[in-house]
C-alpha cells in the first residue's frame, strides 16, 4: 500500500503540481487515505496543501497535523497543521 501510495504521490508532483496553476490545491478526503497522500508528498509539494476537505460534520472544523513526518534522512520534520472543511466550502 505504501509503494503505491508513493508512486502515486510522484506521478502527481509530476503531471500535476508541475502546472504552475497548482500554486496551492486542497486534498480530497481527511481520513486515512488523504492523510497519507499528504504525507506522501514531497516537502515542497506538501507545502501547497491549503487543506483537507471532507463531508464528516465530526471532521469538519478541526485541524489535522502530523508530528510523525521524517526526512529523506530519517530525521524527525517539524510538525505540519492543514484544515479541514467542508468539499462545498473549497476553492
Same mark, same amino acid.
Given at each position: 500500500?505504501?509503494?503505491?501510495?508513493?508512486?502515486?504521490?510522484?506521478?502527481?508532483?509530476?503531471?500535476?503540481?508541475?502546472?504552475?496553476?497548482?500554486?496551492?490545491?486542497?486534498?480530497?478526503?481527511?481520513?486515512?487515505?488523504?492523510?497519507?497522500?499528504?504525507? $506522501? @508528498?514531497?516537502?515542497?509539494?506538501?507545502?501547497? %496543501? +491549503?487543506?483537507?476537505? /471532507? &463531508?464528516?460534520?465530526?471532521?469538519?472544523?478541526?485541524?489535522?497535523?502530523?508530528?510523525?513526518?521524517?526526512?529523506?534522512?530519517? $530525521? @524527525?520534520?517539524?510538525?505540519?497543521?492543514?484544515? %479541514? +472543511?467542508?468539499?462545498? /466550502? &473549497?476553492?
Amino acid at each position: 500500500r505504501r509503494t503505491l501510495l508513493q508512486a502515486r504521490a510522484a506521478a502527481f508532483e509530476r503531471r500535476v503540481l508541475s502546472d504552475p496553476r497548482w500554486a496551492t490545491f486542497t486534498v480530497w478526503g481527511a481520513g486515512r487515505d488523504g492523510k497519507a497522500f499528504v504525507a $506522501a @508528498l514531497s516537502a515542497a509539494a506538501r507545502s501547497r %496543501v +491549503v487543506a483537507l476537505a /471532507d &463531508i464528516n460534520p465530526r471532521k469538519v472544523g478541526e485541524l489535522y497535523t502530523n508530528h510523525r513526518l521524517r526526512g529523506s534522512d530519517g $530525521a @524527525l520534520l517539524p510538525p505540519f497543521t492543514l484544515p %479541514v +472543511v467542508h468539499t462545498r /466550502d &473549497i476553492r
